[in-house]
């Protein structure tokens, strides 16, 4: 079983930074990949970037050149540095983690709000 703690969300105005930070605990696991999404009232969760073990990361366009991820593959964290953020990048942000198949089974952080607003 896989626990994913997230921290850093929090109330910024338009144009600051946050600093997002999940980490990963448990046993018998093997991550392939991690990730964070969110969700903003009425609309679907939505992916905004994705790194795998290898390093290889995935943004949404909406998030490119202000959003970086990263990981600590030694403490089973992953990181989303969010700058110049904007009103539209308030939502619940979730970290995910993937394991390496087969089977490959995905976990859901339980969330953490990020509020853009002046």
């Known amino acids: 079983q896989v626990q994913l703690v997230e921290s850093g969300g929090g109330l910024v105005q338009p144009g600051g930074s946050l600093r997002l930070s999940c980490a990963a605990s448990?046993?018998?696991?093997?991550?392939?990949?991690m990730g964070w999404y969110r969700q903003a009232p009425g609309k679907q969760r939505e992916l905004v970037a994705t790194?795998?073990?290898?390093?290889?990361?995935n943004y949404a366009d909406s998030v490119k050149g202000r959003f970086t991820i990263s990981r600590d593959n030694a403490k089973n964290t992953v990181y989303l540095q969010m700058n110049s953020l904007k009103p539209e990048d308030t939502a619940v942000y979730y970290c995910r983690l993937t394991t390496r198949g087969p089977p490959s089974v995905g976990y859901w952080g339980q969330g953490t709000q990020v509020t853009v607003s002046s």
């Open positions: 790194i795998t073990s290898g390093g290889s990361t």
């Open positions: 448990g046993s018998g696991f093997n991550i392939y990949a």
